[in-house]
């Protein structure tokens, strides 16, 4: 167990619809990423928050976006969904921002769109 | 762009051999290397890191890396592999100063009992 949380585990869906999927932190970890695991693109980072601020982005498409709360939970939404979607999103927390810590990831969201 | 290339799609191995993955990474700046493993059904997990110092990394379970900068590469290494490390392994790199991970498309180890 790493200590990152991930909420759901599994999602289906249908072509066109909006979901949310949702990322609690390490206790004291103030940065969170957010990375895309598909067959054809491997792992994909898509972007990271650091304290409730936007760090970085990565190649997140622009029907997707996230934000990171007081609480330092982050939620990743992803609308308009397309077939082509589908795929496990993972989360990762880090105590700091420039990446000199290692990075603990959850156990991920399986995505599919039907 | 920063790139991570793993040569091997599938290796598969019987127990007791050694094992070397290949790793090979693209970028003009100094760097942090990564190793991750991910086991069946489970959640990916850091096996080495190398941020600077000695180039031989040791790391969990009996894997080790060595960074060898001026081939770009990071290869992993395991004397004698078991049944238990049947899992996929993931290279990847970060630009010093900045967080995201760059992953390479991972190797799958078969390790027959």
């Known amino acids: 167990d790493s200590g990152v949380t991930q909420t759901p585990k599994h999602l289906i869906t249908a072509t066109g619809q909006r979901v949310t999927l949702r990322c609690s932190p390490r206790?004291?970890?103030?940065?969170v990423y957010w990375y895309q695991q598909s067959l054809d693109q491997g792992l994909q980072f898509l972007i990271q928050?650091?304290?409730?601020?936007?760090?970085a982005k990565g190649n997140i498409l622009e029907r997707f976006s996230a934000q990171q709360f007081p609480d330092l939970h982050s939620e990743l939404n992803l609308s308009s969904l397309e077939l082509g979607d589908s795929a496990l999103y993972f989360c990762a927390s880090s105590v700091e921002a420039g990446g000199s810590y290692e990075q603990y990831f959850g156990p991920g969201t399986r995505l599919t769109v039907t | 762009a920063q790139s991570v290339s793993q040569h091997n799609h599938h290796v598969i191995l019987s127990e007791a051999a050694s094992l070397e993955l290949g790793c090979n990474y693209s970028y003009g700046g100094t760097v942090n290397l990564f190793w991750y493993v991910q086991y069946p059904g489970q959640h990916l997990q850091l096996l080495l890191k190398?941020?600077?110092?000695?180039?031989l990394v040791k790391g969990i379970k009996g894997f080790e890396a060595e960074f060898i900068k001026s081939k770009f590469s990071f290869n992993l290494r395991k004397p004698s592999v078991q049944w238990s490390d049947t899992a996929e392994y993931f290279c990847a790199v970060n630009a010093r100063g900045q967080g995201n991970l760059i992953f390479g498309k991972g190797t799958k180890l078969s390790v027959k009992p």
């Open positions: 206790s004291g970890d103030l940065s």
């Open positions: 190398y941020f600077s110092g000695d180039p």
């Open positions: 928050y650091y304290n409730g601020e936007e760090r």
